[in-house]
């Protein structure tokens, strides 16, 4: 029994040994038309990785922010346009302190969020991902992300209240860089700062941050600004003006003094976060802010924020698609031509093995596996030259702004099946033509 059971192994072996070998041998016979097919599946595999792997990169920056905003109600300064760092207005103290006794609310912190160098427009460069920014924290506030309370460090630690304030905790892209280390000091706009830690990476947002205290990233900010520089350096003068020689001044002159006299640097925050004592609804407490601050603040709910987040993640991900129905229309129609005329070439040859007993199924199998093995090897020429591609261009970028693409194992494999599924799925119609084929049809033909 044993003995006639490896005998009947050796027979399958052997036989599928035999078709691979007729189907090698009829590829290699048309060396030129199997070779164009396979280049065409090449182009669609090809941009298929590309593609899809410029997606895979940008997902998972996207989810990551997802995660951060979500674990967080978002707060912006009335008539800011969102999601631009607060440009347009700041958040007075008075009202975050309101903000902070509202029914729900465990704890407010303000933020200052700016480029880390000003922009050079005569320098203007594409970055895939955010551009390096620094990220004023308010160190004292009990506020804590729900999502993300700490951040994993690749060394040293993240800044804190009693640390000196010209200390700053630095991204993983920042740190690469710039070739910095724990303990190195870097200067940022013009002033001297010392490296306490580095965050390990997280492929998005905190990889381009610098963190450093909210003070000092204020003073930044207002610096950068000419009108709150001039603010501020008018304030001090604004309190020595008695009300009776304010009166006497002209009206215009007598507003801005005015405006000067009620500055205070505590107000400019270009953002707040907000977190929510256990037990209630964040929505609901987001809600809560919306119906008491409308007027003065633009309040963003995690909900709201999510689905603004998957909105844009869903337009970038119809690329994978759009490439995926690419490689299926230049690599399937590729495929069918070849097959067809295969078939039409070797009427004579399905004839005679049906003459001598090969079944209309083993025909169609056979034409089947035929067309997916092209498939399989554009797909693998397609998948080598994308991820050459993607490589290079990877290296090329590196040091400026960081990968543009994530090559997964994963997702390689994926493709190459689907290269192979596409390679038999458009030989499904040619090898059922094929197999249907009448033996005394086809013997006319020799």
Known sequence: MVSYNILEYLVIIKSIHSMFNEIFRNMWRKKLRSMLTIFGISIGILAFTVMGSLALRFNKMIQGGKKYVTGQITLAPKGTNFGMGGAGGTLPVDTLNKISKVDGVEAVAAGIEMPMEEPNLDQATVSMGPAPTIEGMDLSSKFKNRNWETLAMKEGRMIEASDPVNSVTIGYTISTDKGLKTGDAMKIRGQDFKVLGIVDKTMTGPDTYIFMPL????????????????????????????????????????????QARTFKVEDISTGAAVSWKDGYDSDQVAQRIKDQFKDEVIVMSPKALGEMIDKASAVFNSVILGSAILALIVGGFSIINTMVMSITERTKEIGIKKAIGASSRSIAREYTIEAGIIGLIGGLIGIGLGSL?????????????????????????????????????????????ASKLRVVEALRQL
């Open 389 to 433: 591609m993607i490589v290079i261009i990877n290296n090329a970028v590196a040091n400026k702004s960081g990968a543009i693409f994530e090559l997964s194992p994963v997702f390689l494999a994926i493709v190459l099946a689907f290269s192979f599924g596409l390679g038999m799925t458009a030989g499904l119609l040619p090898a059922w033509r």
């Open 215 to 258: 003070s000092v990233a204020r003073d930044l900010y207002i610096e950068s600004n000419p009108f709150l520089k001039s603010l501020k350096e008018q304030a001090a003068n604004a309190q020595e003006i008695s009300d009776s020689a304010l009166a006497k001044l002209p009206a215009e002159t007598r507003a801005q003094i005015e």
